[in-house]
């Protein structure tokens, strides 16, 4: 899901299937109620692609884009005044695999994100261990290869992906997914450039279980960056950030975490609600503001096996 920057319009992606050989790829946009915070249903466009992951809307609140994990390919659909979606402006299809037969045997889409001047739009791409760089053309709502930077590589098999800016906008962060670690990166507004600065396992360092990472979140303080892990130890693992961006490792969190695919942290930076999508409940954790350490609360909300949170005030 993804809110528009003035909080009025939600975005989902929607993929159903209607019967052998067949599926509908949609992505929806949604009014919401002020008061009562009730959704209503404005209007579906395709996807473009098979299995729409990921979503983030333009700063400008004008364009949607769209991450498709399955096919590998990404789109951009403009948003007209009253938050509905018109058919996409651009299509791009990744080509490309990795070393891992299972997971990176054709390209796959996993995050898409303008950066925060909306100049640049990142795709990540966990089949073909890439970070797709394109310029955004606000105008024709098109994407173009970054002249300075097409992509940044990953390590063979790192599996990138989300990525989270810092809020100074000159840095961001990488998680991959199937090495389990992160990039730390600075990041040149003016150019849209990613350079790496250091690189840690988000679990201790002689970890050999299954693990699939999932989620990355700056705090809204910058001085600390989370991300999740799904698998033998499911956890949230914490990291201090320091001035040239460069992480170190707080903490690693397992306790009341199960198969957390999403987390986030709440507008005033004070909690991190953790999503057990097979625990199907949402369990809050308390943040210490001085070491970033996140500490268990008895409070938690039940649902069935939620994947994403987004916070609307």
């Not at 249903?41 to 364009?63: A, F, I, R, T, W």
């Not at 058919?87 to 037969?101: M, N, R, W």
């Amino acid at each position: 899901m993804a809110l528009s920057p003035d909080k009025k319009f939600l975005y989902s992606v929607h993929g159903e299937f209607i019967d052998e050989g067949r599926s509908s790829q949609q992505v929806n946009s949604y009014s919401i109620n002020p008061k009562t915070g009730t959704l209503t249903l404005l209007n579906s466009q395709p996807s473009e692609g098979m299995g729409p992951c990921h979503l983030s809307v333009h700063p400008s609140g004008k364009y949607l884009f769209t991450a498709n994990y399955n096919s590998g390919s990404i789109a951009v659909h403009p948003i007209n005044g009253d938050g509905s979606l018109s058919s996409a402006s651009d299509v791009i299809q990744h080509t490309g695999s990795g070393p891992d037969k299972e997971r990176q045997e054709s390209a796959h889409a996993h995050f898409i994100c303008p950066d925060p001047q909306g100049s640049y739009v990142l795709a990540v791409d966990l089949g073909m261990d890439k970070i797709m760089n394109y310029t955004f053309d606000i105008t024709s709502g098109e994407l173009h290869p970054n002249p300075h930077q097409p992509f940044f590589k990953t390590k063979p098999g790192a599996g990138p992906r989300h990525l989270d800016f810092h809020p100074s906008e000159n840095h961001l962060f990488i998680l991959n997914e199937l090495n389990g670690t992160i990039i730390a990166c600075r990041y040149d507004t003016g150019k849209g450039v990613m350079s790496e600065i250091n690189t840690l396992n988000t679990l201790q360092d002689d970890f050999s279980g299954f693990n699939k990472s999932a989620a990355i979140r700056v705090h809204p303080g910058g001085h600390f960056v989370y991300a999740s892990n799904r698998g033998d130890l499911n956890s949230i693992a914490a990291f201090s950030i320091k001035e040239d961006g460069s992480i170190a490792k707080v903490q690693i969190q397992d306790g009341g975490i199960n198969w957390p695919r999403d987390f986030n942290i709440d507008p005033t930076g004070q909690f991190l609600l953790a999503e057990n999508q097979r625990g199907n409940n949402i369990v809050v954790f308390k943040i210490d503001p001085s070491s970033g350490k996140i500490i268990p609360t008895k409070n938690e909300l039940k649902i069935s096996q939620p994947t994403c949170i987004v916070f609307t005030d």
